[in-house]
């Protein structure tokens, strides 16, 4: 049996993941005196947010940009309480620059909100009573997120927590909580405008995982104006395993165990509570028991129903199992010599091609690019990482998978072609990755990233709950409230944090 020394004066928690949702649930309970043990079956922690090395560049697997680390921002407010150092940072301005079919000059999505104003006004004449609508909605939604309500509330302290949250300036987003972004644009006299429709297709598919017509209105808002000051995106020094680095090192201190290469096969369930997983050591086959006071699950909705099996409530599984298809992601990962880049490259483009190609839905390309000096490349060199949305049923289902990922790779560096020099000479090292790359080093579900699509039936009060249908089992990570991204993982890691922390306090 694996040696698994736990106090038994301090309630125990097992965390199944080791992204930044997981980590950071772990980090917070250890340091508010819980004994916790993470588990994870890949070789080093971060998940999507993690970073693999080759040939001396430094790729981030997933994440690019972290939003939250301004004072009183998610991280910033994580990072104090466990008493570490924020990472190193520049924010990214412009935070992204966005190519719309047959266009050589980009719409700048600046972080200083007069000069994204000015950008918006010329880009989009005729738009600006749908910023400002978007404006307000924000301040409201920041305002009320702010007060950390529960959403969605499934008992009298996940209410408490959320009516606390509420005040009068709050109510102005309660007409709108049924709208999309399509809607919006109607009421706003734009429904016609379609270059404003495919900016805003583009920018939300890389929040919301879904188009303008289908995203929760009060979900845009804040996704499509965390860009702008006092909040901002950041590119980190290093690569982003930084922020998993600093959590693991918080969790150790403060007497937290983390082991990697460790699979959970399944979750016991017992009068209706989770009280223990089933571990698989990788390197050695051994399997034990591990019991606990609860268990975090930091992974999709979909792998919780599997880790449940026929556990799984009835109710829940058959809501996953409605579920409209989750995106899978097609990577191209480009270490390349710094003559590939153009003067003053932004940090961040996105591409949309009229070209009938296979890559993606809509033709688009999320781009990252690294600065000089910013630890993922040797001097005069680059790092180019270009991602899009596939459809994941496709790489499970090609009869000719190696075909296929070649015939994406070639697209994507076509596509990359025409605006940075890639040519033979230019480009060092290049690998890709799929949906079932993905699902390989992160164990997500068919290699589904992103979280659930942003939708009017499944985002903030409509969502899945942190809180599950079987007692002390918790979700934290993408699938719940509110949504993808570190700081959006990291919301719902406090949140959980806070819920076991008031069903001790209540026993």
Known sequence: MSSSVVDKNKPHVIVIGAGIGGLTAAALLAHRGYSVLVLDQAIVPGGCASTFKRQGFTFDVGATQVAGLEPGGIHHRIFSELEIDLPAATPCDPACAVYLPG????????????????????????????WQLMATLFDASWEFQGRDPVLPPRNLWDLWQLIQAVRPSTFITAPFTLLTVGDALRLCGLGNDQRLRTFLDLQLKLYSQVSADETALLYAATALSVSQLPQGLYHLQGSMQVLSDRLVQALERDGG??????????????????????????KTGEIWTES??????????????????????????????????????????LGVDASAIP??????????????????ENNSLFVSVSHPGDGRAPEG??????????????????????????????????????????????????EAATPRTFAHYTARDR????????????????????RTPINSLWLVGDSTHPGEGTAGVSYSALTVVRQIQAEFKHR
């Not at 290699?447 to 942190?466: C, E, K, L």
Request: charged letters at 20%; proline letters at 7%.
């Open 103 to 130: 266009e050589s000059t980009p719409i700048n999505v600046w972080r200083d909100c007069e000069k994204w104003r000015e950008e918006r006004q010329r880009q989009f004449p005729g738009s600006e009573p749908f």
């Open 257 to 282: 165990r983390l082991l990697m290469r460790h699979t959970v096969e399944s979750i016991k369930i017992e009068n209706g509570k989770a009280t223990a997983v089933v571990i698989r050591n990788q």
């Open 292 to 333: 606990a006071d609860h268990v975090v699950a930091n992974v999709t909705v979909q792998n919780l129903v599997q880790l449940l099996g026929n556990q799984a409530p009835s109710g829940y599984q058959q809501r996953v199992e409605k579920l409209p298809p989750a995106s899978g992601a097609f990577v191209v990962y």
């Open 343 to 360: 003067l003053n490259c932004p940090p961040h483009l996105q591409f949309m091609y009229d070209a009938n190609g296979i890559i993606g």
């Open 381 to 430: 060199k680059a790092t180019i990482i270009a991602s899009s949305f596939v459809d994941y049923e496709q790489w499970w289902q090609t009869p000719d998978y190696p075909s296929l990922k070649q015939k994406y790779t070639e697209e994507a560096i076509a596509h990359l072609n025409k605006y940075f020099y890639l040519k033979p000479e230019t480009i060092i090292y290049q």
């Open 447 to 466: 290699g589904i990233v992103g979280g659930i699509g942003q939708r009017i039936p499944t985002f903030g009060p409509f969502g899945f709950a942190n």
